[in-house]
């Protein structure tokens, strides 16, 4: 066959990196839509004002389109630890299989039953049962986080297992200790709240662009606030988190930790913090950069003194602690540059959006006209409803690069856990098939999102098959007769 | 053989089994939108009918799914990566059909509804053809080796015995998913789906006498247990029987219940047969028991407990959910 260079390894790592970005497009957009549209529906059962009703019945339709796309691109995450990493499954099946089936059981179950009951519901129920749906939604998508970021921790920090010695794979002696890792508890929060704020600045930007067109005003207003004080409250809530999970890796995942500052040498007392710099990686060291003294320590210690490991240092303490088992021609380096990036992107991206929040709820107070003046700003709200896509796909990167080389830290290297017996055929077969279905979906998303945004609030059909609604009422007298 | 291990066993049956049952109508009603359905207006009421339940029906497979990762590491590695491109076509299917329903009912123009409607009506037919394909050659024996990894080529997967049984299960999909349209609607479409059954249900014996034929060849169910595999293949018949006999007299549940149990009675002759075993290898040295490809006897222990105190109340709101939904919707009138 002809050799384009393409190894099972490399083309499985790919398929997972692209599957998972593309579902974690969506699976915090449905998680935060989920919490704001809850929000608007609470707000509408306690003052029975109809523009929170509008609002989250307009809103809630780009949740029913992003949900779809999100459940249909989550089972493909399912399937392939089996198709493509059998033997990580093999190795992983007793600890990372139960939270992936409680998570289907607990979480799935409530999500997908309650979504059908809110989308088809509208006015059967009473309101507060109605709101209720809603929240069951969120409370489900919720829970299914908790359990796939259990799963996940355990791949970044294993914790309550023992290898079995015949078998040499893991195995579970304590649930409450795989589910008590402080990684979950440091990660958890901060995806979601990230969710939120994803949620929240894809609606700002999306009412940004309209009141440009100063179309539905009062309504787009409204949602703005909504969402900026969403944005505001939980961008702040992600900056914390994120503070917390940094602070942690510095002891628990140094290498992570040093490449996410750039930082190949060990750092002085003076707490010399790289604000942006270039690295060589094939020499390990960095070749420019622009300091600023004591900010690392402050980052990583708030305080001004201290010292950070570097690169070069945590690589030479992983050799003597691995060689033994994994042999000494391993590479401990993880992707520099992509970690010092993406932590750039993702605290860059976090601190403004708490700046935009802040800014935008100054400008858009009930008795000031100052937002529909200020049109700058809201071509700048406008241009960031796209900016939360970028940073969780940065987050996620970092998160999954850290751990390089390792699929399972410190047990299981990436390169042993393919499915061996998969083609490069087959495999480069299913890539280029999911990423021309990726790529089509999205385009329908978008543009779904962009024709619902010009319909307008009034255009609102919650039910999702409106079409012939009208004249096949199901709930309407006479469509009763059953036998 | 542990107890956790056998109820482990019986559960992931019993998880295949709803799936079956509950996506057995929903692909066969997917795959009724372009051929049963005449006009717009007829699809988007065809639709209705599983519009809020499709996606819990699915949450059974990935709960199914991921308790055969949790209870049977082993298999569940073997079978991903052994049907690596029958899973990832499968996977296309039901990532087609899911967004199709959204989309269709979205787009402006005549032609995009058809083209999502031909995407969910398409990927309903893979789907249904593709599990029942995956199933009937799993049971036939596979090449795996001593580490449990399967290499298998064109053949192995397509051939007579799998493309029957594939061909098998999208006609069982398809008559369930039009009883279920009688129950749930009401005028055209309901007498319709009636005069449909009438001429399906024929085929489908054909059909399910070529499987069993077929079966006796190609496995060695017959041999390892000939009474309960005819007692199964018989039950099986009884049910699509009694579910003929619901279309001939007009009894809906009837039919709705019998080809119901026909799907579950061809996931039971499954896992009956492969018992003790979960993969069935060409070389029988190599097959995967029950006993050796199971996760610790604390995780099955813990994942028993959790499963049972859990799966009650989801059936509580499940079964709640079809009750709320439990209306009939009206065929659009004519020309319409």
Known sequence: MLNLGLDILGLARFQFGMTTVFHFFFVPFSIGLAFVVAVMETMYAIKGDQDYKRMAQFWGKMFLYSFAVGVVTGIIQEFQFGMNWSEYSRFMGDIFGAPLAIEALAAFFIESTFIGMWMFTWGRFNKWVHTLFIWLVMFGSSLSALWILAANSFMQNPLGYIINKQTGHVQMVSFSKVLGNPQLWNEFPHVIFGAFVTAAFVIAGCSAWRLLKRDHVTFYRKSLNIALIIGLIFSLGSIASGDLQTRYLINNHPMTFAAMEGLYKDSTNKGEWTAVGGFDTKNHKSTWSVDVPYVLNLLSYHKTTGTVKGMNKVNKELHAKYDKKFGNDMNYYVPTKTLFWGFRIMAGAGALFALLAVVGLIMNRKKSQAIMKQRWFLYILGLCLWLPFVVNTAGWFVTEFGRYPWVVYGLLTIADAVSPNVSVASLLTSNIIYFLMFAGMGLVMVVLCHRTLKAGPDATNIDGYAAGDKEIDPYSKGAFNHD | ?336
């Open chain 2, 1 to 336: 053989m542990t107890n956790f291990q056998l109820i482990w066993f019986i559960l992931i049956g019993v998880l295949f089994s709803g799936f079956f049952f509950l996506e057995g109508f929903d692909f066969g009603v997917g795959m009724l939108i372009k051929s049963f359905a005449r006009n717009d207006a007829e699809e988007d009421v065809v639709i209705r009918t599983i519009g809020p339940h499709w996606d819990g029906n699915e949450v059974w497979l990935i709960t199914a799914g991921g308790a055969m990762f949790a209870s049977f590491p082993m298999w569940y590695a073997t079978l991903f990566s052994g049907y690596y491109l029958v899973l990832f076509l499968i996977l296309a299917s039901l990532i087609f059909r899911g967004v199709s329903f959204e989309f269709r009912a979205n787009m402006e123009t005549a032609k995009w509804r058809n083209f999502w409607g031909w995407a969910g009506t398409i990927g309903s037919f893979c789907a249904a053809f593709l599990f029942g394909m995956l199933f009937t050659s799993m049971i036939a024996g596979m090449p795996i080796d001593k580490n449990g990894d399967m290499t298998a080529h064109f053949l192995d997967y397509v051939n007579l015995f799998s493309v029957v049984g594939g061909v098998a299960v999208t006609v069982l999909c398809l008559v369930h998913g039009l009883n279920f349209i009688r129950l749930k609607t009401s005028g055209e479409l309901r007498e319709r789906a009636l005069s449909w059954n009438k001429i399906l249900y024929p085929v489908l014996f054909a059909g399910e006498v070529v499987f069993a034929i077929l079966l006796f060849f190609s496995t060695d169910f017959f041999d390892k247990k000939p009474l309960s595999t005819t007692a199964i293949v018989v039950a099986l018949v009884v049910f699509t029987v009694l579910a003929y006999w619901g279309v001939l007299g007009n009894h809906e549940w009837l039919s709705f219940i019998g080809s119901g149990l026909s799907l579950i009675s061809v996931v039971v002759l499954i896992f009956n047969g492969l018992f003790p075993r979960v993969m069935i290898a060409n070389n029988s040295a190599y097959s995967l028991l029950i006993k050796n490809s199971s996760s610790s006897p604390y995780t099955l222990k813990l994942m028993t407990i959790l499963t049972f105190s859990i799966l009650p109340i989801v059936l509580v709101y499940f079964i709640w959910s079809y009750w709320v939904f439990y209306k009939r919707l009206a065929s659009p009138k004519q020309n319409a």
